[in-house]
Every structure is written in C-alpha cells, then in structure tokens.
C-alpha cells in the first residue's frame, strides 16, 4: 500500500473512530476512493446489525453491500445520525465542491438530512483560500436535459470561463445520464470567491436540479496527508 493509500486509511478510519455516534440507527455512506476505507471501518464494527446505511449512487450501495453492512433508501429512512462522504476540493470554511462521479444529487440529499456531514479526502483536494483552485475541471452541475442550451447561456452570463455539458467519452456516446436521468455540465468560474452566492445564482436557473457547491454542511474534514498523517479541519 502508498503512502497516499495508507494515509487515505488513517483519514477514514479516524473520522469514523472519532465521529461515529454510538447509538446510530441509519447512517450515509458517499462514493469516493477514500470512502472506501469509511465502509470498511464500518464494517468492523461490533453492532453493525443495529444501524442501517444510506448510499448516495451505484458505488455506494455496493460499498455497503460488500462490508456486510444493512442496505436502506433515503425513502425509508428520511433522516440520519451522520454521514461520511468524498469531496474534490474543500475549503478552509468546509465548502465543498462534489459531483466529479456524477452523483452530486443524491450526496447533497444524505448530507442535508444527516445531523453530522463527515468529509474525508486526500491532500490533493484541500484548498486553504478559494474552490476552484485545486478543482479546475468546474462546477459539476445536474439539469434538465433539454434545458442544457439556455443553462449554458446563462452560465456564461454569470461568468463562467468556460461551460460544457460532461460527455461519456469512450464509455458512451454521447452526454453522461445521471443516477436521475439527467444531464451534468461542468462549469469552470474559476476562483471562487463567493460560494454561497454563487451556489444560490446557478440554483435560480430553470433547468437546475442541484450545483456541487456545498456551502455549510460538513461539520469536519480528514485528510489523508502524503506524510501519511492526518489533518483534521473543523471542529
């Protein structure tokens, strides 16, 4: 294992050590490589056969799945104690920027209704001054597919760099289709310098389903330092 694996490990495993909630009943679990070791963590626990777990897309679910743990949808279960997810950059006041796997929707879903929103990540991904910095493939945004042309016009006019509908590559021709059978554009603006601001403009558009801005919802950030160290942002 890497030094980066390794510390990717201790990231996980110390946020789920320190944050997981002794008498959790439902619990999210995002997608990500680091989220990998979360699931893994988790599933060492003792009582896992007394909480049920969340997923927020395909990768997810089979995390789950795959370290024994309970299955269960956000409509069985419309709030939870906590939830651990990734993340494509963070800030020095925990914004984050997420849908780089195309499943910002659904992690934005688990993490507004989670009395806890845990990040863990890598060193590359943390971002002391501004998003967009680090994160320089753009805003990951989910909408409508037949409102693509009009959101990326006022994209532009909002003063996005640049703006393109995400495409499937080699996979698939044509445009990526989301867990919800929508359409992504990516939206590069740069620096950052007013998240919420921002988040709340692209949100207006008509077409918009959701923006991979998340303003003010991790409580913490771990991260996995190419040291093999862990720093922790947050409280």
Not at 2 to 23: G, I, R
Not at 26 to 40: F, L, N, W
Not at 78 to 94: K, M, W
Not at 168 to 184: M, Q, V, Y
């Amino acid at each position: 294992m890497s030094l980066v694996e390794k510390a990717k490990k201790a990231a996980a495993y110390n946020a789920v050590d320190e944050n997981f909630p002794a008498n959790a009943k439902v619990v999210g679990i995002g997608s990500g490589s680091t989220v990998v070791y979360v699931a893994e963590r988790i599933g060492q626990l003792a009582n896992k056969e007394s909480f049920v777990c969340i997923p927020t897309g395909f990768q997810s679910k089979q995390l789950i799945i795959d370290n024994g743990l309970k299955l269960g949808t956000i409509e069985q279960y419309p709030s939870l104690d906590i939830a651990f997810d990734g993340a494509d950059e963070v800030d020095s006041q925990l914004n984050l920027i997420k849908g780089g796997g195309a499943c910002l929707f659904q992690e934005k879903l688990v993490a507004s209704v989670a009395k806890e929103f845990v990040v863990v990540a890598d060193y590359r991904k943390k971002s002391p001054s501004n998003l967009g910095i680090q994160w320089t493939q753009g805003v990951p945004i989910e909408i409508v597919p037949n409102s693509y042309a009009t959101v990326l016009k006022s994209l532009y006019a909002l003063g996005a760099k640049n703006a393109q509908l995400r495409q499937g590559g080699s996979a698939k021709a044509g445009p990526i289709i989301t867990d919800n059978n929508n359409f992504l554009i990516d939206a590069d603006f740069g620096a950052i310098e007013n998240v919420a601001q921002l988040h709340q403009q692209i949100k207006a558009l008509v077409g918009v389903v959701e923006t991979g801005l998340f303003v003010g919802m991790a409580k913490k950030a771990y991260f996995g330092e190419e040291s093999g160290e862990v720093l922790v942002w947050g409280a």
